[in-house]
């Protein structure tokens, strides 16, 4: 594993043997610092050609509400032209997060083509995303 990125609030990880980009969220952040942080993970994942995404929550706590509409609209049709086969939520602690992420992944996905779970611990989330073989311990994305 090897670390490609990091600030106050973001880690990324890039595990090379399963093109596995895992993207780490370690505190708040809001506005263009979260929007740069997450433009900067596409562009990490276009130049690995990463087939796989894990999204680390668990440290996130809110996601302000003209954000999640910027990630709706911005992120999430550019995240939708990498060659995904899974995508890999682990749910944050922070119940307004949890909303948050519920409301975004209403709203786009079904742009979404690749397989898409959440789970409550980040090892659960590695297992599944990596091999396929976990089944998911807490809600179904595309259930929410």
């Known amino acids: 594993m ?3 990125s990091t600030t106050p609030f973001l880690r990324i990880h890039l595990h090379e043997p399963t093109a596995l980009l895992e993207v780490e969220w370690l505190d708040f952040v809001q506005g263009e610092p979260l929007r740069e942080a997450l433009l900067d993970a596409l562009r990490l994942a276009h130049l690995h050609h990463v087939r796989a995404g894990l999204c680390d929550t668990k440290l996130m706590r809110t996601i302000r ?7 709706v609209q911005r992120f999430i049709p550019e995240l939708a032209t990498l060659p995904l086969k899974r995508l890999a939520l682990v749910w944050s602690s922070d119940a307004l997060n949890r909303m948050g992420v519920s409301h975004v992944m209403q709203r786009c ?10 789970f409550d611990t980040r090892s659960e989330a590695f297992l599944w ?11 179904v994305l595309s259930e929410i």
Do not use: F
């Open 129 to 139: 995303v990596t091999t396929g073989s976990a089944a998911p311990q807490s809600a």
């Open 109 to 118: 996905s079904h742009l979404l083509t690749c397989e898409t779970e959440a």
């Open 2 to 4: 090897a670390i490609l």
């Open 65 to 71: 509400p003209t954000d999640q509409d910027w990630i």
